[in-house]
C-alpha cells in the first residue's frame, strides 16, 4: 500500500511538471527564440514532436547532440585551431616587426610610412585572427545544433568582458573563447571565475599582470580587483568596500603570464606578490599563502550570498524579462547556492520557470544586433559563404564583435538598442538579405521570405 501511495504520488508530480510546459506553437518559438537564435524552417516542428521537456535537457546537454554539421560551416577558418603561442608567432610578432618598421621608415622621412599606430576596428577585422574569431561566432549562432552553448557562450563572455582593441588582447581572444568561456558555460561557477582570473586576456587586459607589491616601477593595480566584485560577482550594491578592492589587489599581486609576447600562459611570480595577511569581506586571509591568496579571494566571492543575487539577476534579465521578477531572481539565486554555483542546474530553474513560460515573456524582450542578424539568416535559410561582410553589417548595427570597451560588456536591455537610426539601419539589412544583396549570402527563394518582414517591430523582439 505504501509503494502504491508514493508511486501515485509520483505519478501526480511528474503530471503536475508536465502540465507546466505549454506545447502551442507560440510557446515554441518563444523557446527558440531565447535558448537561441530564433528558428530555423523546421525547428518549431521538431520541437513539437520531440516536447519542449525534451528539447530543453538535449540541450542543457550539448555534448549529447551530434552538431556534425557546423564543422564544415567552419573549414577554412585556420586560426581557430592555434594556441596563442601559434598565434603570436604567425600574426603578432610579424605585426610588431612592421609596426616597428613603419616607425622608424617615418623617423627617417620615408614618405609612405604609417604612423605605427595600434590599428583600429576595421583594421583588426581585416587581420586574419579576429576576422576569423567573429566569423565563427557568427557562423555557430546561425547553423549550430548547440543553440543554448551559443547563447551561453555569448552571455558569459560578454560577463567577462575582454575588447580586442586593447593591445595584445587580439591575439588572446581565441583562445579565451575557445578554452577558458566555451567548455565551462554549464559547470560551476567558481570554475569559470578562477579560469578567466588566470587568462592571459584578462590579466592583460585589466592591466593585473603589471600589477606588483613594493615596485615603485610597476606598483599596486586595482584595475582588475575592483572589477572582479564590482562586475563578474558581487555587483555595484555587493556590499564591499575600497578598503576590500585593496586588499583584493594584493591578494592578486604576482597572478601575471609569462612572455607576453609571445603567446605565454599564466604563472604565478613570487618575487612581486605582497605576502602580508590580507582581510577581504570580514574573512583573513594568513599571510605568506603565496598564489592560494588569490584562490582564497575567488573563493570568498563565488560564495558570497550577493554573488549568487548579482549572477541570478542578470541571467533572468537575459532570458526573461529586462525587469527580471523578484520572486524569480530569489529561487535562481537559492539554486545557485545550494548546487554551489552549478550554472547547468541555474539554467534548468530559469527555463522551467512559471515566469519563463508565461505569455507575458514572449516578445518582451528587443535582439541585440547580434541576435538580430543571426536570427534573420535563421529565419530566411541563408547560405553563409562567406560571413565577412555580415561582420560588418554588425559594426554598422552598432556591436563590433569582441570591441566593447567597457569592462561592463554590450548592454543586455532593450533601451540600450531601441532608437530611430538602430531600427532604420535594421530594416536596411533586411531588405539587403531578402533582396540578394549581401555578398556571400543567399537565399534560394527570396520571395519566399518576404512574408517574414524581418524589419518589423515583431521581429527585433524575441
Sequence with gaps: MT?????????????????????????????????????????????RALGIQRYLDQQLHPERIADASMAAHL????????????????????????????????????????????????????????????????????????????????????????????????????????DTIRPRVFGKFRDLLGATAKSPAMLFYLDNWMSAANNPRRG????????????????????????????????????????????GSFTFNPRIHDPGEKIVLGHVIKAGGGESDGEQVLDILARQPATATFIATKLTRRFVSDTPPPALVA????RFRDTDGDLREVMRTILTSPEFLSPDAYRAKVKTPFEFVAS??????????????????????????????????????????????????????????????????????????TALNLGAPDFQRR
Design 75 to 178: 573549414t577554412g577558418l585556420t586560426t581557430l585551431i592555434l594556441s596563442t603561442r601559434q598565434i603570436a608567432e604567425q600574426y603578432e610578432i610579424p605585426q610588431l616587426e612592421a609596426r616597428r618598421q613603419k616607425k622608424q621608415d617615418a623617423k627617417d622621412g620615408d614618405p609612405a610610412a604609417g604612423d605605427g599606430k595600434p590599428p583600429n576596428a576595421m583594421q583588426l577585422m581585416a587581420t586574419g585572427v579576429m576576422a576569423e574569431l567573429a566569423e565563427q561566432k557568427l557562423l555557430r549562432a546561425v547553423f549550430s545544433d548547440r543553440q543554448l552553448q551559443e547563447v551561453l557562450t555569448d552571455f558569459w563572455f560578454n560577463h567577462f568582458n575582454v575588447d580586442a582593441r586593447k593591445g595584445r588582447d587580439r591575439f588572446l581572444l581565441t583562445e579565451y573563447e575557445r
Design 220 to 263: 599596486l593595480n586595482e584595475n582588475y580587483g575592483r572589477e572582479l566584485m564590482e562586475l563578474h560577482t558581487l555587483g555595484v550594491d555587493g556590499g564591499y568596500t575600497q578598503k576590500d578592492v585593496t586588499e583584493v589587489a594584493r591578494a592578486l599581486t604576482g597572478w601575471t603570464f609569462d612572455n607576453p609576447r609571445g603567446g
Design 376 to 449: 534573420a539568416l535563421r529565419a530566411t535559410g541563408a547560405d553563409v559563404q562567406d560571413a565577412r561582410p555580415l561582420i560588418r553589417e554588425l559594426e554598422q548595427l552598432g556591436m563590433p564583435l569582441y570591441m566593447c570597451q567597457p569592462p561592463t560588456g554590450y548592454k543586455d536591455t532593450g533601451d540600450a538598442w531601441v532608437n530611430t537610426g538602430a531600427l532604420v539601419s535594421r530594416m536596411n539589412f533586411a531588405v539587403r538579405l531578402t533582396g540578394g544583396q549581401l555578398r556571400g549570402v543567399s537565399i534560394g527563394n527570396p520571395q519566399s521570405v
Design 3 to 47: 509503494r502504491f501511495i508514493a508511486l501515485f504520488v509520483a505519478g501526480i508530480a511528474v503530471s503536475i511538471s508536465a502540465a507546466t510546459f505549454p506545447t502551442d506553437d507560440r510557446a515554441i518559438v518563444h523557446l527558440l527564440g531565447r535558448t537561441g537564435f530564433g528558428p530555423r524552417r523546421g525547428d518549431v516542428e521538431k520541437v
Design 331 to 334: 529561487r535562481v539565486a537559492a
